[in-house]
């Protein structure tokens, strides 16, 4: 029993001792210039172009809380349409379509790889 307090107290000791080493930092001096810069403005992206559409629907895919649709232009363009309840400015506009159906909206436009995209906002 002896022995074991001893070895504590000692272990002790050791830890107060090395909890007491001073760290000293040495600071220099040294000229430089700051140039403040805002990152934020940096960060901002560009606002998305609005576009119109028309064109025949040739695929739906289904999603959670809506479809996306594949229109062509009478161009021959491919537009993919993603048609939601959370992204239209009035919910009542929502409509389900058919392929061979022709369809006329308006929103967001954006590209993801060569596809052109639409979060559409307004169904016409």
Not at 23 to 31: A, F, L, Q, R, S
Request: hydrophobic share 35%; glycine share 4%; charged share 30%.
């Amino acid at each position: 029993m002896k022995k074991n307090l001893l070895k504590i107290v000692v272990l002790m000791g050791v830890f107060s001792l090395s909890s007491c080493v001073k760290v000293e930092k040495k600071e220099t001096e040294v000229n430089q210039e700051v140039v403040a810069t805002d990152t934020i403005a940096e960060l901002e992206t560009p606002k998305a172009e609005t576009k119109t559409v028309e064109g025949k629907v040739v695929e739906i895919t289904y999603g959670k809380d809506g479809y996306t649709a594949k229109l062509e232009t009478p161009e021959k363009e491919f537009y993919f349409v993603t048609i939601s309840h959370a992204n239209l400015t009035d919910h009542a506009q929502y409509k389900k379509v058919k392929v061979g159906e022709t369809l006329k909206v308006t929103g967001d436009f954006w590209k993801m790889e060569n596809d052109n995209q639409i979060t559409v906002r307004v169904i016409e």
